[in-house]
């Protein structure tokens, strides 16, 4: 964690400002990561390089708005109109208002992480597939899907977080049961949900169909779980009975061979041969 009283220095400044011209501003892990800047920025934290990037930012801006406000004077006084020439609004002064609003853009994308209801969907699919896939009888617990998702999807850093609330709506929403610590998908969810969407497509006005899109997608990710899930678990089984097939079938030929070796030595005791065994 960087000290948030140490100064900033000109060439802390200037690789902030290629950092973020490299990675985009809210970047600061990947920023602070990459080798050309890591030596400068060691020391600052994200939250560091996310202030700073905002009190830059605006600095820029009020540069822009007094450099646009500075008089030209340009010309012999004497020529000049008598007359004040009306404020006619130049594609030069509009630049740095267009400038200013790019900012207050950047500013909020980096400073304000997305609000969870847009990644709701997102983050109910992933912890669908973690289910799905990890196919516990009593469930998983938070960590352990925690772990699987993070080995196979970016996630910010607060995600452990974000996955006990969603965990919690989606217990209080019946989609997921809770047995002790761990969690698992409740089999009777799907149905309801199935007659619900049945009941919104028919019945329902055409407007307010939008509004309801979030849960059409989640249970469409739902449905799609257990169908992948259904598949991978067919598959499991038809390869454990090819395999099954392949030994009863080695069996057989092994009992063949056993069956014609004493067909053979009975019929050479019946003709009197004397047969040594090894």
Excluded at 8 to 29: C, F, I, M, N, Y
Excluded at 126 to 145: C, F, H, Q, R
């Amino acid at each position: 964690m960087g000290n948030p009283k140490q100064k900033w220095t000109s060439e802390e400044e200037e690789a902030l400002r290629a950092g973020v011209a490299k990675h985009g501003a809210g970047k600061w892990k990947n920023i602070q990561r990459d080798p050309e800047f890591n030596h400068l920025l060691f020391a600052r934290s994200n939250i560091d390089l996310k202030d700073k990037w905002r009190n830059l930012s605006v600095a820029n801006g009020q540069g822009s708005r007094e450099k646009s406000k500075t008089p030209k004077a340009k010309g012999n006084p004497a020529e000049s109109p008598a007359t004040p020439l009306p404020n006619v609004q130049t594609p030069a002064s509009a630049t740095p208002l267009s400038q200013d609003a790019s900012m207050d853009v950047i500013m909020l994308d980096s400073s304000k992480p997305f609000p969870e209801g847009n990644n709701a969907s997102k983050y109910n699919s992933m912890i669908y597939e973690a289910l799905s896939t990890l196919k516990e009888p009593n469930g998983s617990d938070s960590s352990a899907l925690a772990n699987f998702i993070e080995q196979r999807h970016e996630v910010p850093q607060n995600f452990k977080k974000l996955l006990s609330s969603r965990l919690r709506r989606l217990v209080q929403q019946d989609k997921l049961e809770k047995i002790q610590n761990c969690y698992r998908i409740k089999r009777d969810s799907l149905a309801d949900t199935k007659t619900l969407t049945t009941v919104q497509k028919d019945f329902w006005p055409q407007s307010r169909s939008i509004g309801y899109l979030g849960d059409t997608v989640e249970e469409a990710a739902v449905e799609a779980a257990y169908k992948i899930a259904e598949a991978e678990n067919k598959s499991f089984v038809a390869a454990e009975a090819v395999k099954e097939a392949e030994r009863v079938s080695g069996m057989a030929e092994d009992m063949n061979s056993l069956l014609q070796f004493a067909l053979d030595v009975f019929e050479q005791s019946l003709s009197g041969e004397i047969l040594l065994m090894a």
